[in-house]
């Protein structure tokens, strides 16, 4: 295990710390890492020789693959569910159920993040984005926003986040839609159907 002492982002490449002695570190080494190295971040690494000949660090991971939720996250969350929220109140269910499933299949999705995110460490079969994507439109996507700061995973791919932001913007709306006595969709029904 080591530290990155130097980093040089723009060349891909720096040196990682251990055990007093300098190993340099090329990008490429990380195993399939979702996010760029940071300077000071602990690593595991095995030593083998590049080739020029110098001893470096290979099979590159991260000691922590993911971090905490911040706060500004946490209030963009809540902002991002107040709206879905509140037309939950308005749907012909008991209470419970809307926010009861929305809150088990974010679990879930939460679950397939992490799960893929292992996946991909270890070079192994992933789950497809379709699959994220789909759970994430059944409700899942507040699980998937929480996945992404926490797990570090599907937070840099544009195409990716492109879809789960629509996604989100979809769910918003939708509770805009119901919020207005569904006066959003009965003008586009009517739109489509004028002669």
Same mark, same amino acid.
């Given at each position: 295990?080591?530290?990155?002492?130097?980093?040089?982002?723009?060349?891909?490449?720096?040196? *990682? #710390? $251990? &055990? /007093?002695?300098?190993?340099?570190?090329?990008?490429?080494?990380?195993?399939?890492?979702?996010?760029? !190295?940071? +300077?000071?971040?602990?690593?595991?690494?095995?030593?083998?020789?590049?080739?020029?000949?110098?001893?470096?660090?290979?099979?590159?991971?991260? *000691? #922590? $693959? &993911? /971090?905490?939720?911040?706060?500004?996250?946490?209030?963009?969350?809540?902002?991002?569910?107040?709206? !879905?929220? +509140?037309?939950?109140?308005?749907?012909?269910?008991?209470?419970?159920?809307?926010?009861?499933?929305?809150?088990?299949?974010?679990?879930?999705?939460?679950?397939?993040?992490?799960?893929?995110?292992?996946?991909?460490?270890?070079?192994?079969?992933?789950?497809?984005?379709?699959?994220?994507?789909?759970?994430?439109?059944?409700?899942?996507?507040?699980?998937?926003?929480?996945?992404?700061?926490?797990?570090?995973?599907?937070?840099?791919?544009?195409?990716?986040?492109?879809?789960?932001?629509?996604?989100?913007?979809?769910?918003?709306?939708?509770?805009?839609?119901?919020?207005?006595?569904?006066?959003?969709?009965?003008?586009?029904?009517?739109?489509?159907?004028?002669?």
């Amino acid at each position: 295990m080591g530290t990155i002492s130097q980093w040089e982002d723009a060349k891909g490449y720096g040196w *990682v #710390k $251990s &055990g /007093g002695k300098l190993w340099f570190l090329h990008i490429k080494e990380f195993n399939r890492a979702e996010r760029r !190295p940071q +300077l000071g971040e602990e690593v595991t690494f095995i030593l083998g020789v590049d080739p020029k000949g110098r001893n470096c660090a290979t099979q590159v991971t991260f *000691v #922590k $693959s &993911g /971090g905490r939720v911040g706060l500004g996250a946490w209030v963009l969350l809540v902002g991002l569910l107040l709206l !879905p929220g +509140l037309a939950m109140l308005m749907l012909p269910f008991p209470l419970w159920v809307a926010p009861g499933s929305m809150v088990m299949i974010s679990v879930l999705t939460f679950w397939m993040y992490a799960h893929d995110k292992q996946q991909a460490l270890a070079g192994r079969w992933r789950i497809a984005e379709n699959s994220l994507h789909l759970a994430e439109l059944l409700g899942g996507w507040p699980g998937a926003f929480l996945a992404q700061r926490q797990q570090r995973h599907k937070c840099s791919k544009v195409s990716y986040l492109i879809v789960f932001w629509c996604i989100v913007a979809i769910y918003q709306i939708v509770a805009v839609d119901v919020l207005m006595d569904h006066w959003l969709s009965n003008m586009l029904i009517d739109y489509v159907l004028e002669p």
